[in-house]
């Protein structure tokens, strides 16, 4: 879905303040999602069920302080949701200001880590470097370039911040993919995670208990997000 949206420069520069999204990450704990954070998301520009700027109106209506559109190898979902909150910022006015979430640029890219496919996400890059057209053609690839180590490379080479996604839901464990993941540069793992869809949303406790070990010893970032593929950014389906 080709989306060709303008976006001011003060838009631009919050979408891609790595400074401001590291701190936030440091200070992630269990209870940072789904009302306060919320990092992993998908809308109808991939396979999700939520149009990007009704994401935006529910974290407005959540109290979201931070949020990050990753739609399956496209960033079309994000730039209409930032031209929409970047419109509703100027209807409301400046007095909103503490209100208004700070959306970062996202995305989620399919990767090859250990011959196990993946899927790394990527926040606060620059989505129109030219080191990460290939990974946003809204599907993945199947040539060299879809190895870890490689998409890794793209998203710093953008200015951003990768992170292994949902590391306990692959056919090799965490123990084994965190450490090559570290070795080879990712910056972060998503840490809190509810893989059994609990109403109300809730991280795993076995999985956040091993993950959140492997994160500290290897001195990655902790992320957390509910992969909402349905119509509420409070649960996963």
């Known amino acids: 879905m080709a989306v060709n949206l303008q976006t001011s420069d003060s838009t631009r520069v919050a979408a891609q303040n790595v400074s401001a999204l590291k701190q936030v990450f440091r200070n992630i704990h269990p209870e940072s999602c789904p009302r306060s954070f919320n990092f992993h998301m998908h809308t109808i520009h991939s396979d999700g ?20 559109i990753t739609d399956h190898h496209t960033v079309s979902g994000y730039l209409k949701a930032s031209h929409w909150l970047e419109n509703w910022k100027q209807k409301h006015g400046d007095d909103t200001h503490n209100q208004t979430p700070h959306l970062w640029t996202g995305v989620e890219i399919n990767a090859y880590l250990l011959g196990t496919e993946v899927h790394i996400l990527g926040y606060g890059f620059n989505p129109e470097h030219p080191c990460l057209a290939g990974y946003l053609l809204g599907h993945g ?9 490689h998409v890794i490379a793209a998203i710093h080479q953008a200015g951003g911040v990768a992170v292994l996604a949902h590391p306990a839901r ?45 994160s500290t010893f290897y001195g990655l970032f902790n992320t957390c997000g509910t992969d909402t593929h349905g119509l509420s950014l409070l649960q996963r389906l």
């Open 141 to 149: 690839s199947m040539d060299e370039d879809v190895d870890a180590v």
């Open 49 to 68: 069920k939520l149009k990007p700027e009704e994401a935006i109106e529910q974290a407005i209506a959540i109290g979201l302080k931070g949020l990050a």
């Open 170 to 214: 692959y056919r090799r464990s965490p123990a084994e993919l965190i450490p090559e993941a570290a070795k080879l540069g990712i910056d972060g793992v998503e840490t809190y995670y509810a893989y059994d869809n609990p109403r109300p949303w809730r991280p795993s406790p076995k999985q956040t208990h091993l993950v959140q070990q492997l």
